[in-house]
């Protein structure tokens, strides 16, 4: 069975500051997909960044961009130039495929806070 | 973007009665649906997974008849907690997917009295 273990309960850096979360994963699948989600005060669940397995260039959505190690089954999330709103819970999940009923597997999540 | 809708946000209700938690996809036809339950300062626990026109397929310790859950169409799934007790209180998410990655709900939170 996959694993998803986030290391970092709590995070708090200051505003415009760079922060990097951490995620592992455990696996014997060779194709797969990678997420962070982001989950605010309102507990509405957001896809901040998604990663396929077999693309070796690490995915960029604007301020945020992940370092994808494959071989160390490793996938951390750079959030640059942080804002306030960037404040939440952030999950990372693991699946298996797009297609059908394969399952997110979710870490244990981060919360991060930004202070002014 | 696709968007999932689910209904109520928030609901109230006494001890003993059976709620109904609605998850509608708006803009794509959802093959599977998924119903999560979190625990405050937790992560998301998967109860269950559905196919439209088939059965839902319960993880382990999750109680289906607890728990029932109708996939009748391609855009609605629904979750009913019958006869909910006080420990049935918690935060419940539904997501949904078709060939594209998971799209979640405003999640519904559920208070049993």
């Known amino acids: 069975a996959q694993t998803v273990t986030q290391s970092q309960p709590e995070m708090s850096v200051q505003e415009a500051e760079t922060v990097t979360l951490s995620c592992t994963y455990d696996?014997?699948?060779?194709?797969?997909?990678l997420f962070w989600y982001k989950q605010p005060p309102s507990r509405q669940m957001i896809l901040v960044i998604r990663q396929e397995a077999y693309k070796q260039q690490n995915a960029t959505e604007n301020r945020f961009s992940v370092n994808f190690q494959k071989a160390a089954k490793s996938f951390s999330l750079k959030i640059s130039d942080s804002q306030l709103g960037d404040t939440a819970m952030y999950f990372c999940?693991?699946?298996?495929?797009?297609?059908?009923?394969?399952?997110?597997?979710f870490g244990q999540g981060t919360r991060l806070t930004i202070n002014p | 973007g696709a968007v999932v809708s689910q209904h109520p946000s928030w609901v109230i209700c006494k001890s003993g009665t059976s709620v109904k938690i609605e998850c509608r996809s708006l803009?794509?036809?959802?093959?599977?649906m998924f119903w999560y339950r979190q625990f405050p300062k937790q992560s998301l626990m998967l109860m269950a997974t559905s196919n439209e026109g088939s059965k839902a397929t319960y993880e382990q310790g999750v109680e289906k008849d607890k728990f029932l859950i109708n996939h009748a169409s391609l855009t609605l799934s629904t979750l009913t907690v019958t006869s909910a007790h006080p420990e049935d209180s918690s935060f419940y998410i539904c997501?949904?997917?078709?060939?594209?990655?998971?799209?979640f709900g405003d999640g519904t939170r559920l208070s049993i009295l």
């Open positions: 999940a693991f699946m298996k495929g797009i297609q059908g009923a394969q399952k997110l597997v």
């Open positions: 803009d794509f036809q959802a093959t599977t």
């Open positions: 997501s949904a997917r078709s060939n594209q990655p998971q799209h």
């Open positions: 696996t014997s699948e060779s194709n797969y997909y």
